[in-house]
């Protein structure tokens, strides 16, 4: 049903490095690729994650209350891709850990822009 979610940068370089190393290990790779955006995925027929330069030109900001959440095969790689986003850059949001006792597992950051993400993975 989704196939695509936008979060807005202010650095398109900056945030494709980001999130093309970040998604790199669950097979993720740029798509498509101009000066103001950038989808990035599995292919054009999977969900992507796209990071946009806003169109009116005013500066990116992040909702309070948005959040991007990723599924991932299993805790280990919620724990494998939530450090890997705090060394690429991202501040810590939330530990990994099991949320909504025995429903989920996740672990929560903001992107260099303050965009809030999960990596999550179904049963705790």
Avoid at 43 to 64: F, H, R, T
Avoid at 70 to 77: M, W
Wanted: proline share 5%; net charge negative.
């Amino acid at each position: 049903m989704i196939g695509y979610v936008t979060l807005g940068v202010s650095d398109m370089q900056r945030s494709i490095s980001f999130w093309s190393q970040l998604l790199a290990d669950i097979g993720c790779t740029v798509q498509m690729e101009n000066e103001r955006i950038a989808l990035i995925g599995k292919s054009m027929a999977e969900p992507m994650v796209a990071v946009c330069l806003p169109y009116d030109g005013s500066d990116c900001n992040p909702g309070n209350g948005n959040m991007l959440s990723i599924v991932v095969e299993d805790n280990a790689t919620v724990q494998k891709m939530h450090a890997k986003a705090l060394e690429l850059g991202a501040s810590d949001d939330g530990a990994p850990g099991v949320r909504m006792p025995d429903i989920w597992y996740g672990g929560y950051f903001k992107d260099p822009d303050g965009n809030k993400i999960a990596f999550f993975n179904w049963g705790g």
